[in-house]
């Protein structure tokens, strides 16, 4: 009878033993999966919004304000402009600009950042004496009025003047995204401009030099 107790007494054991190990498998089975699911739910989350920082902000608000005004000079051309070289050149300005505008219209509307408006950056009173120094190369009110009643000659060599002043101030723009910007579609736009743009100051300064 003792023997029979002992035996039944083991078997029971064996059983809760068995049944316990089951239950902590499956526990430390959904906290694994829990885990992984966590981490890879959380992974897009990281790269969703893209890499970015206030030197890119800054960049595509103000370089789109700076082209604008840089296609208000070339649409000039086609009325005042003498030499047909000139002209050319304008229309590979507008073409040039006009997308680049747009590209980076998209990046803060992307990262929910204000796109500028005409051609004032946020927050910047464009008829303000203060308001253009931020922006080099930015012509004033007067000076886009004398190219306006300029022609001829005359208003070739005020244009081919102050379009090196405005693309040197491209560049100088373009040079500090690549110094201080992270993000990688930003800085290759900002190296494409200062390579274009250095390349027509080239051809600016020939063409003044033979008129």
């Not at 699911?37 to 595509?60: E, I, K, L, M, Y």
Request: aromatic letters at 2%; proline letters at 4%.
């Amino acid at each position: 009878m003792t023997t029979a107790r002992t035996l039944l007494r083991r078997t029971s054991l064996a059983s809760l033993t068995a049944v316990t190990a089951l239950a902590l498998g499956a526990c430390g089975g959904s906290d694994n999966t829990d885990v992984a699911h966590t981490s890879t739910a959380s992974a897009p989350a990281a790269t969703a919004t893209g890499r970015h920082n206030q030197a890119d902000v800054t960049f595509a608000q103000q370089m789109i304000v700076h082209h604008r005004q840089a296609v208000e000079m070339a649409g000039m051309a086609q009325e005042h402009a003498h030499s047909s070289d000139v002209k050319a050149l304008a229309v590979k300005i507008e073409k040039e600009q006009e997308p680049e505008i747009k590209t980076m219209s998209g990046w803060l509307k992307s990262w929910g950042e204000p796109v500028p408006k005409g051609t004032s950056t946020p927050g910047m009173d464009h008829h303000s004496p203060s308001a253009m120094p931020s922006m080099p190369g930015m012509m004033d009110d007067q000076q886009m009025r004398d190219m306006m009643h300029a022609s001829g000659k005359a208003f070739d060599t005020m244009f081919l003047t102050l379009m090196i002043k405005h693309h040197q101030g491209a560049i100088d723009m373009a040079k500090t995204e690549k110094k201080q910007g992270v993000h990688g579609p930003a800085r290759t736009l900002a190296g494409d401009i200062i390579t274009t743009q250095s390349t027509e100051i080239a051809q600016m300064r020939k063409m003044l030099g033979s008129s």
